[in-house]
Nanobody, 121 residues
């Protein structure tokens, strides 16, 4: 099995910054895509940012220019640096990783436990 553990999040004033980290452990051969999602109350979970194994990134329009996703393959870690935070960024943030557990096996997706981000105005 594979476990994802998130850290970071918290309460911050508008305009502030926060940094999320997510570390994977367990039976891992390779991690392909890594990403961050968020879910605000009453809304569907949405993609915030994604990074592939070769470092290509994608950002939701709401995150462009303010958030930066990065990964450390040696440490099985993905981070999300969030700057210029706005009240509308308030949500539970989840990391997601697509993992291959052995060279010839299928890929599985795993999710972190979620961390609350609250941005006050």
């Amino acid at each position: 099995q594979v476990q994802l553990v998130e850290s970071g999040g918290g309460l911050v004033q508008a305009g502030g910054s926060l940094r999320h980290s997510c570390v994977a452990s367990g039976s891992i051969f390779v991690i392909n895509a890594m990403g961050w999602y968020r879910q605000a109350p009453g809304k569907q979970r949405e993609l915030v940012a994604r990074i592939t194994s070769d470092g290509s990134t994608y950002y939701a329009d709401s995150a462009k220019g303010r958030f930066t996703i990065s990964r450390d393959n040696a440490k099985n870690t993905v981070c999300l640096q969030m700057n210029s935070l706005k009240p509308e960024d308030t949500a539970v943030y989840y990391c997601r990783m697509v993992v291959r557990r052995d060279p010839s096996g299928p890929q599985y997706q795993y999710w972190g436990q979620g961390t609350q981000v609250t941005v006050s105005s």
